[in-house]
């Protein structure tokens, strides 16, 4: 496997006045050739052309996030990644590759979760190149090779979890998104290293249930926050109940008998954990008549 190697290069701005300095010195050599004819100059000049073109062809810019790889008849010669402009070998391949970061947006997947359920799910990667040898001679296309890897884990990603932990005691893709991310980021990177890439971040940007059992996973949501609903109305309607027996026994208003606390008690849950309001009934008579 190819392993990044930095290298420096000659400073381009000597070089290049050497370069001039030459094709002037050719062509002040070629037009005394043609006054007094000399095969000598002819030869300086012609020469001269020769090296200034040579010296010109090894010029090259980096540019700020940009690198230029080294290659010298098909064997790695290392990695400029300073910017500035630089001189190096004209024979040497110098191949420009961009250090910026990028943002891959994956696109929507349909996957089934661990209990089964299909779910769809996408997710953004910001990644870029940190091993420019291995970017550039590892893999065949870096951008797709990103994104098919990418995909790869999104889907083992989303296998490996539930959708919704459902009250259980485990991590699930809807309620733990901090650790369904740091997941991912570790999966996308272990993928991603034989291409010489550096995942920043990655965060899903869809999480629903397909649509075929998106109305069935609603229901199931819609009950269970009614459940959770009655059961704090009930808890609040207990305390109060607790609450006016007690101080009807602490102040002495009334004193009642087992038959009528439990009526009292009966008729103050239905009041408290209805849900329409109630027309009171007045009874004229006693409790047992």
Known sequence: MNRESVRSALPGYPMILLSLLLAAAAIASLVRAAGTPSAALVFTGLAAIVASIFIAAGLFIVNPNDARVLVLF?????????NGFYWANP???KRRITLRARNLNGEKLK????GGNPIQIAAVVVWQV??????LYEVDNLVQFVGIQTETAVRHVATSYPYD?????????RDNANEITASLSAEIAARVTAGGVHVIESRLTRLAYAPEV??????LQQADAVVAARRRIVEGAVGMVELALARLDEHDVVELD???RVSMVSNLLVVLCSDQA???VVNAGSLYS
Do not use: I, M
């Open 74 to 82: 098909g064997t790695y010669k290392g990695t400029v990644k300073g």
């Open 91 to 93: 024979f040497l391949v």
């Open 111 to 114: 996957v089934n979760d661990k």
């Open 130 to 135: 940190e091993d420019t040898a291995r970017a």
């Open 165 to 173: 932990a459902l009250g259980r005691q485990q991590l699930s893709l």
């Open 214 to 219: 998106a109305q069935a996973k609603l229901r």
């Open 258 to 260: 087992d038959e009528r």
């Open 278 to 280: 109630l027309q009171p």
